[in-house]
């Protein structure tokens, strides 16, 4: 799969500022500010990359079954909001899966860390942050699509405040891997698999990326094969206790399969194999 990492720079205290304000409206009036515990509380909604609407609209909600209590007593804190807050965010991010899938497999955008503040003035409130996504991408999606996503992410926060700024910077553009399960190195993969392991092989897509998309880019058909990895935990891939390994038997089969492999696709003629014949020069 390809990816592509977003920096998105975040003005803090004007994204604690907003919030402040909306609980503001919400009580009616009533100033509670979003300091201490509380400023931490959503300066963390910024850094996980929260956008505005979506904490306004986890807020909304807390204040729905709040009113559904009865009259108000006394104005709401922004610390009640944060279970509806995140809610709304994960709901957002499982929509986001949804609408990115190929073969029952979902793409995915995660964040894989955050920076905030200064290293050398450890004293100050951190009034920025740099968040680092990850875009999975699948064999149908086009890389132009993720700039897009991520504008469509900002303008939901800038139509609910223009006081917010947001820095984009994309430094690793990786292309996806397309689609070759039907071609013939595919074909005579499961072959040389079936004849080695006597049944099939398990075919599914991997969000990892390999070399693959780059020889694909030049009209290459490509597949990846191997064994996926037993660690002695018991689980496939790898374990994060124990990281990765790989059984002595899975590596044996795995030679046997490609000698299969080798002999049956150089044993035969292009034209025995489906492939065009080369025109003589």
Not at 54 to 67: L, M, S
Not at 105 to 120: C, D, L
């Amino acid at each position: 799969m390809g990816t592509q990492p977003a920096r998105l720079r975040l003005q803090i205290a004007d994204y604690c500022r907003e919030i402040e304000a909306y609980l503001c409206r919400k009580n009616d009036g009533h100033v509670i500010r979003v300091v201490g515990p509380s400023f931490d509380l959503v300066a963390r909604w910024a850094a996980k990359g929260v956008p505005i609407n979506v904490a306004y609209e986890g807020i909304d909600r807390y204040f729905e079954r709040y009113y559904r209590k009865g009259p108000r007593r006394r104005p709401v804190k922004i610390d009640f909001c944060e279970p509806d807050v995140l809610d709304v965010f994960d709901e957002f991010s499982r929509d986001y899966t949804k609408r990115h899938q190929y073969k029952s497999r979902p793409g995915t955008v995660h964040m894989h860390s955050i920076e905030g503040g200064w290293p050398y003035r450890c004293n100050r409130v951190p009034i920025f942050c740099h968040v680092f996504l990850e875009f999975r991408i699948m064999p149908d999606q086009n890389m132009n699509e993720v700039p897009l996503e991520v504008e469509r992410l900002l303008d939901l926060a800038r139509r609910k405040s223009t006081g917010l700024e947001f820095d984009t910077e994309y430094f690793v553009t990786l292309p996806p891997c397309k689609d070759a399960s039907d071609s013939i190195v595919a074909r005579r993969i499961r072959a040389a698999h079936t004849s080695v392991m006597r049944q099939p092989p398990q075919e599914g897509v991997g969000l990892f990326f390999s070399d693959a998309s780059h020889l694909q880019a030049y009209g290459i058909p490509v597949v990846n094969y191997g064994p996926s990895g037993r660690t002695v935990t018991g689980k496939e891939n790898w374990d994060p206790e124990v990281g990765e390994h790989l059984s002595i038997e899975d590596l044996t089969n795995t030679a046997k399969v490609y000698t299969a492999l080798i002999l049956d696709v150089c044993s035969k003629t292009r034209a025995e194999l489906g492939l065009p014949t080369l025109a003589a020069k």
